[in-house]
């Protein structure tokens, strides 16, 4: 198979030093590329600059990306192409930056704009946050028979609201299938098919050889 595998965040720039982004050690996706590259297939590893797991990368072809608006660009890049198979593993940033206001001591506030460091002395900066586009989302009209498969980790809830956003986004962005995992899934992993089958497998290793079958299937 031809392969893409996104890992590790994106992040969102204010100014030259500071930046918005989700945690996320890129591990996972990294681990997975590395299982896919060693069972023959083709990988293409796109990882965040900020990922802060630095093992062994066996993906044929590793680019780096920075902002979410980058790794957007770059999975479009390879719409043109044979793809077989889309592991969306990345932790894209949620949100951006939007206005920015500072406020001075007596308490009033204006809009900054422009200019390369923003930065206040006294009073406070405020911010506005604006959600980021979502890349899965885009992913089926790039590559109409491409086998997807997208991400949720859930940090809230419980363990059946984790599957049913799942499932949710399975039928927002027509993907094949959803990892799922997080502090409400608990250990291990919930896979959940097109046709809203649920499995638990309980290791990185076991997902990654379901993964590879169920996405090889014709």
């Not at 500071?18 to 990882?47: C, D, M, P, Q, Y």
């Not at 780096?64 to 969306?88: C, E, P, Q, Y």
């Amino acid at each position: 198979m031809n392969c893409i595998v996104t890992a590790g965040p994106t992040f969102e720039p204010l100014d030259e030093v500071r930046r918005l982004t989700n945690f996320s050690t890129g591990r996972l996706g990294t681990e997975l590329a590395n299982f896919l590259a060693a069972r023959g297939h083709k990988v293409v590893l796109l990882i965040g600059e900020m990922a802060t797991h630095h093992g062994e990368r066996m993906a044929q072809r590793v680019e780096v990306f920075f902002t979410t608006a980058d790794l957007r660009a770059k999975m479009k890049s390879f719409s043109g192409k044979k793809v077989d198979a889309i592991f969306h593993a990345a932790a894209v940033s949620d949100y951006a930056f939007g206005k920015i206001f500072a406020t001075d001591e007596s308490g009033k506030m204006a809009e900054l704009k422009g200019g390369k460091k923003i930065f206040t002395q006294r009073g406070k900066l405020i911010v506005e946050l604006v959600p980021t586009p979502k890349i899965l989302a885009e992913l089926r009209g790039w590559f109409p028979k491409t086998k997807i498969v997208g991400w949720k980790f859930e940090a809230e809830g419980k363990r059946a609201d984790a599957i049913a956003a799942g499932r949710k986004q399975i039928a927002d962005n027509r993907t094949d299938l959803c990892v799922v995992n997080g502090p409400v899934y608990g250990e291990g992993f919930g896979l959940i098919s097109h046709d809203s089958k649920e499995a638990h497998l309980a290791s990185p290793p076991v997902l990654f050889d379901m993964l590879e079958k169920l996405t090889r299937k014709s």
